[in-house]
């Protein structure tokens, strides 16, 4: 099945922990995103991507971190500068030239105990 | 500034009891309208892109148009199973996209 995975589905992390989330993409799409999704509020975009080995900055970057190494794989850091890092995570691909919409991922849900 | 506004926060419909949910924009040179629905503790579902002042689609007992200052998605005769966040978004280059905070249906047999 084509897709966008996420793992894992929930994680717990300690204050000072940095963790990573994972996403990865089967549908060969060229642009990949990173948004946080908090109650209330719409999605705010963290990081994307448009090419391998290229990423840029979105609204609410700071205390996260990214790399684009493999077209399929986009993985996402949570340092421990992000203050309030307790947030749903959602993963989006999009074709690149070849089409506009996003697709997401299932989502991680992070909660900092 | 750009963003996007929708209304109502939540709606609670009866079955069968037409509605529509509204998105503002200010997205300055809009390319594309884009909705989702997005059940609790998912990933939002693509549903419509609308690129243009008066284009409308449909799927099932849903109907997206766009006009140029706002968009409605219109819930014709709705089932319990049409309960979700709806989400809006919008991008003027298609590398960004600027969501609204969404309308939660509640739909009641």
């Known amino acids: ?113 | 500034e750009d963003q996007v506004t929708q209304s109502p926060e939540a709606l609670r419909l009866q079955e069968g009891e037409s509605s529509s949910l509204n998105c503002s924009y200010t997205v300055s040179g809009l390319r594309g309208l884009f909705w989702y629905r997005q059940d609790p503790g998912k990933g939002p579902e693509f549903l419509f892109t609308l690129y243009s002042a008066g284009e409308e689609k449909e799927k099932e007992r849903l109907k997206a148009t766009l006009t140029k200052k706002e968009s409605f998605l219109h819930i014709t005769a709705p089932k319990p199973e049409d309960s979700a966040t709806y989400l809006c978004a919008a991008s003027y280059n298609f590398n960004k996209f600027y969501f609204g905070s969404g309308t939660k249906l509640n739909v009641k047999p």
């Open chain 1, 1 to 113: 099945d084509g897709g966008i995975t996420q793992s894992p589905k929930y994680l717990f992390r300690k204050e000072g922990q940095n963790v990573t989330l994972s996403c990865e993409q089967n549908l060969n799409h060229d642009a990949m995103y990173w948004y946080r999704q908090d109650p209330g509020q719409g999605l705010r975009l963290i990081y994307y991507s448009q090419i391998v080995n290229d990423f840029q900055k979105g609204d609410i970057a700071e205390g996260y971190s990214v790399s684009r190494e493999k077209k399929e794989s986009f993985p996402l850091t949570v340092t421990s500068a992000q203050k309030n890092p307790t947030a749903f995570y959602l993963c989006a691909s999009r074709p690149g030239l070849a089409g506009d919409t996003q697709y997401f991922g299932p989502g991680t849900r992070l909660t900092v105990l």
